[in-house]
Nanobody, 123 residues
Framework: QVQLIESGGGLVQTGGSLRLSCVAE????????MGWFRQARGKERESVAA????????DYADSVKGRFTISRDNTKNTVYLQMNSLTPDDTAVYYC????????????????WGQGTQVTVSS
């Protein structure tokens, strides 16, 4: 059974930084692409960042480019999201997701999801 366990959320002031972590269990981590998504209250879930199995391919939402960095440590079955220059618009529940990496680009959809971690940015 796949489990994705997020951590690192919290309350931060505008301009601050947070690093989210997601530990994956029950899967062969190097066979999976990983993604970070977020959902703000009253809004649809949106993709934030994604990374392929090796870390060589990444992609970001326009709203976070230059501020957020996705990375992974395959020795620790962990994917990270470093978030800098946070603004209140970044306030949301952040979810980690996994999808089998077929070796062509990044997934469009994801099969497995974590429970989410709350990020709140105060003004």
């Amino acid at each position: 059974q796949v489990q994705l366990i997020e951590s690192g959320g919290g309350l931060v002031q505008t301009g601050g930084s947070l690093r989210l972590s997601c530990v994956a269990e029950g899967l062969t981590f190097t066979s999976f692409a990983m993604g970070w998504f977020r959902q703000a209250r009253g809004k649809e879930r949106e993709s934030v960042a994604a990374i392929n199995w090796s870390g060589e391919i990444t992609d970001y939402a326009d709203s976070v480019k230059g501020r957020f960095t996705i990375s992974r440590d395959n020795t620790k079955n962990t994917v990270y999201l470093q978030m800098n220059s946070l603004t209140p618009d970044d306030t949301a529940v952040y979810y980690c997701a996994a999808e089998f990496d077929i070796g062509i680009g990044l997934p469009v959809e994801y099969m497995d999801w974590g429970q989410g971690t709350q990020v709140t940015v105060s003004s």
